[in-house]
Protein backbone atom coordinates (compact mmCIF):
# COMPACT_ATOMS: atom_id res chain seq x y z
CA UNK A 1 0.00 0.00 0.00
CA UNK A 2 1.40 3.64 -1.39
CA UNK A 3 1.98 6.33 1.51
CA UNK A 4 -0.40 8.90 0.62
CA UNK A 5 -0.63 12.58 1.33
CA UNK A 6 -1.47 13.09 5.09
CA UNK A 7 -0.23 10.31 5.84
CA UNK A 8 3.09 10.03 8.61
CA UNK A 9 6.04 8.60 7.38
CA UNK A 10 7.46 5.70 8.87
CA UNK A 11 10.49 5.30 10.80
CA UNK A 12 13.63 3.97 8.49
CA UNK A 13 17.21 3.39 8.12
CA UNK A 14 19.17 3.24 5.04
CA UNK A 15 23.25 3.21 3.82
CA UNK A 16 23.58 6.77 2.71
CA UNK A 17 26.39 7.96 0.29
CA UNK A 18 28.98 8.44 2.96
CA UNK A 19 28.47 4.68 3.56
CA UNK A 20 26.71 5.11 7.23
CA UNK A 21 23.67 4.38 8.35
CA UNK A 22 20.88 7.39 7.99
CA UNK A 23 17.71 7.26 10.62
CA UNK A 24 15.21 8.69 9.06
CA UNK A 25 14.54 10.42 12.47
CA UNK A 26 17.37 12.43 12.28
CA UNK A 27 15.75 14.48 9.81
CA UNK A 28 11.74 13.75 9.23
CA UNK A 29 9.99 15.04 12.62
CA UNK A 30 12.34 17.98 12.63
CA UNK A 31 12.90 19.74 9.04
CA UNK A 32 10.56 19.53 6.01
CA UNK A 33 12.00 16.80 3.41
CA UNK A 34 12.13 17.29 -0.25
CA UNK A 35 12.55 13.10 -0.55
CA UNK A 36 13.30 12.19 -4.27
CA UNK A 37 13.00 8.09 -6.23
CA UNK A 38 14.55 7.95 -9.33
CA UNK A 39 15.77 5.18 -11.44
CA UNK A 40 19.10 5.28 -11.35
CA UNK A 41 22.41 7.03 -11.40
CA UNK A 42 24.20 8.05 -14.34
CA UNK A 43 21.45 8.19 -16.88
CA UNK A 44 20.35 11.05 -18.58
CA UNK A 45 17.13 12.26 -16.90
CA UNK A 46 18.17 11.37 -13.66
CA UNK A 47 21.74 12.97 -14.13
CA UNK A 48 19.72 15.64 -15.11
CA UNK A 49 17.20 15.97 -12.13
CA UNK A 50 19.88 15.63 -9.71
CA UNK A 51 22.02 18.46 -11.05
CA UNK A 52 18.77 20.38 -10.93
CA UNK A 53 18.61 19.79 -7.29
CA UNK A 54 22.20 20.70 -6.77
CA UNK A 55 21.35 23.74 -8.74
CA UNK A 56 18.94 24.83 -6.55
CA UNK A 57 20.00 23.01 -3.30
CA UNK A 58 20.08 26.53 -1.53
CA UNK A 59 16.62 27.42 -2.41
CA UNK A 60 15.33 24.31 -0.17
CA UNK A 61 18.25 25.34 2.11
CA UNK A 62 16.84 28.66 2.39
CA UNK A 63 13.25 27.63 3.18
CA UNK A 64 14.67 24.75 6.15
CA UNK A 65 14.68 22.41 4.12
CA UNK A 66 16.58 19.12 3.41
CA UNK A 67 16.38 16.98 -0.30
CA UNK A 68 17.70 13.62 -0.43
CA UNK A 69 17.10 10.96 -3.19
CA UNK A 70 16.70 7.56 -2.91
CA UNK A 71 17.75 4.87 -5.77
CA UNK A 72 18.19 1.37 -5.83
CA UNK A 73 22.00 1.84 -6.62
CA UNK A 74 24.54 0.93 -4.15
CA UNK A 75 27.32 2.99 -2.19
CA UNK A 76 30.19 2.86 -4.61
CA UNK A 77 28.08 3.97 -7.66
CA UNK A 78 26.42 6.76 -4.91
CA UNK A 79 29.65 7.57 -3.95
CA UNK A 80 30.66 8.37 -8.09
CA UNK A 81 27.45 9.90 -8.92
CA UNK A 82 27.67 12.47 -5.89
CA UNK A 83 31.76 13.51 -6.36
CA UNK A 84 31.16 13.65 -10.04
CA UNK A 85 28.16 16.23 -9.76
CA UNK A 86 29.16 17.91 -7.05
CA UNK A 87 25.62 16.73 -5.01
CA UNK A 88 25.28 18.83 -2.20
CA UNK A 89 22.78 16.44 -0.68
CA UNK A 90 22.27 12.54 0.75
CA UNK A 91 21.73 9.78 -1.36
CA UNK A 92 20.00 6.69 -0.53
CA UNK A 93 20.67 3.02 -1.35
CA UNK A 94 17.65 1.01 -1.79
CA UNK A 95 19.41 -1.96 -3.54
CA UNK A 96 16.93 -3.92 -1.52
CA UNK A 97 14.13 -2.01 -2.89
CA UNK A 98 12.82 -1.68 0.83
CA UNK A 99 12.08 1.96 0.63
CA UNK A 100 10.37 1.62 -2.56
CA UNK A 101 7.84 -1.23 -1.02
CA UNK A 102 7.84 1.27 2.35
CA UNK A 103 6.34 4.18 -0.23
CA UNK A 104 4.81 2.43 -2.52
CA UNK A 105 6.51 3.88 -5.11
CA UNK A 106 5.59 1.96 -8.74
CA UNK A 107 7.26 1.14 -11.43
CA UNK A 108 7.12 2.22 -14.98
CA UNK A 109 7.47 0.98 -18.55
CA UNK A 110 5.73 -1.85 -18.11
CA UNK A 111 7.33 -2.86 -14.64
CA UNK A 112 10.75 -2.79 -16.07
CA UNK A 113 12.25 0.80 -14.81
CA UNK A 114 12.22 1.50 -10.95
CA UNK A 115 9.71 4.96 -11.06
CA UNK A 116 10.43 7.97 -10.52
CA UNK A 117 8.14 9.77 -7.21
CA UNK A 118 8.76 13.12 -5.22
CA UNK A 119 7.42 13.13 -1.67
CA UNK A 120 7.44 16.82 0.13
CA UNK A 121 7.33 16.11 3.98
CA UNK A 122 6.40 18.84 6.52
CA UNK A 123 8.58 19.35 9.96
CA UNK A 124 6.03 17.13 11.43
CA UNK A 125 7.10 13.84 9.12
CA UNK A 126 3.84 13.97 7.48
CA UNK A 127 3.62 13.70 3.73
CA UNK A 128 1.90 17.39 2.04
CA UNK A 129 2.88 16.67 -1.63
CA UNK A 130 3.31 13.65 -4.34
CA UNK A 131 4.30 13.87 -8.01
CA UNK A 132 4.59 10.77 -9.61
CA UNK A 133 6.55 11.91 -13.31
CA UNK A 134 9.11 9.61 -15.43
CA UNK A 135 9.58 13.35 -16.89
CA UNK A 136 12.72 14.47 -14.15
CA UNK A 137 12.90 18.09 -15.30
CA UNK A 138 9.21 18.45 -13.77
CA UNK A 139 10.28 17.14 -10.22
CA UNK A 140 12.06 20.19 -8.95
CA UNK A 141 9.55 23.41 -9.63
CA UNK A 142 6.45 21.05 -8.17
CA UNK A 143 8.57 20.13 -5.38
CA UNK A 144 9.58 23.64 -4.42
CA UNK A 145 6.36 25.14 -5.12
CA UNK A 146 4.84 22.64 -3.06
CA UNK A 147 7.08 23.25 -0.11
CA UNK A 148 6.88 27.04 -0.16
CA UNK A 149 2.87 26.74 -0.20
CA UNK A 150 3.63 24.41 2.66
CA UNK A 151 5.63 26.65 4.88
CA UNK A 152 2.88 29.60 3.77
CA UNK A 153 0.12 28.17 5.68
Same mark, same amino acid.
Given at each position: ????????? @?????????????????????? @???????????????????????????????????? %?????????????????????????????????????????????? @????????????? %??????????????????????? %????
Amino acid at each position: MALEIRDQV @PQFIATDSNGAPFDSTTVIGKK @PLVLYFYPKDNTPGCTAQACSFRDQYQDFSDLGAEV %IGVSGDGLVSHQKFTKQYKLPFLLLSDSNKKLRKLFGVPTSLFGML @PGRVTYVIDRKGK %IQYVFNSMLAGQHLPKALAALKK %ILAQ
